[in-house]
C-alpha cells in the first residue's frame, strides 16, 4: 500500500524528464534460475500519464512486497542522455506469505529501455 501511494503521488515522466520525447519499455520476466521465460510485456509509454516512480509488478502471485523499481535506471538513462539502456533486476520479496523472512521471491527481470529526445 505504501508503494502504491509512493507512485501515485509521484509526478509525471513528462513533468520529471522534460527533454523527454519517447520511451519504449520491453520487460521480461524469469524464473529465479533465470532459464525459463514466464512472461513478456513490450509498450510504448505515454509519458504525459506514466507516474516517474517507475514500478512493475512481480509477476508471482503469491509475492509478498515485490516488485521492480526502474525509477533509478530511467533518471539515470535521461541524465546521461542515453538512447537505450538495459539490465537485470532480481525480486527482492517474499515468494510466499508463509515464506515471509525465509524465502526470496528471486523472479528476475530483465529490461530494455529505449529514450526517444
Not at 509512493?6 to 519504449?24: C, E, G, N, P, Y
Not at 533509478?72 to 537505450?84: D, F, G, I, Q, Y
Not at 515471509?100 to 530494455?112: G, S
Amino acid at each position: 500500500m505504501q508503494e502504491e501511494v509512493r507512485i501515485q503521488a509521484s509526478a509525471s515522466v513528462a513533468d520529471r524528464f522534460k527533454q523527454l520525447k519517447a520511451l519504449t519499455v520491453d520487460l521480461a520476466f524469469y524464473n529465479p534460475e533465470g532459464v525459463t521465460r514466464t512472461s513478456q510485456i513490450k509498450y510504448s509509454v505515454n509519458i504525459a500519464n506514466a507516474k516517474s516512480a517507475f514500478s512493475f509488478s512481480c509477476p508471482n502471485n503469491e509475492c509478498v512486497r515485490g516488485d521492480f523499481d526502474l525509477s533509478a535506471p530511467l533518471a539515470k538513462a535521461v541524465a546521461t542522455k542515453k538512447k537505450s539502456v538495459a539490465g537485470e533486476m532480481c525480486c527482492q520479496g517474499w515468494r510466499t506469505k508463509t515464506s515471509i523472512d525465509t524465502v526470496r521471491c528471486a523472479n528476475i527481470l530483465r529490461y530494455k529501455l529505449t529514450l526517444g529526445y
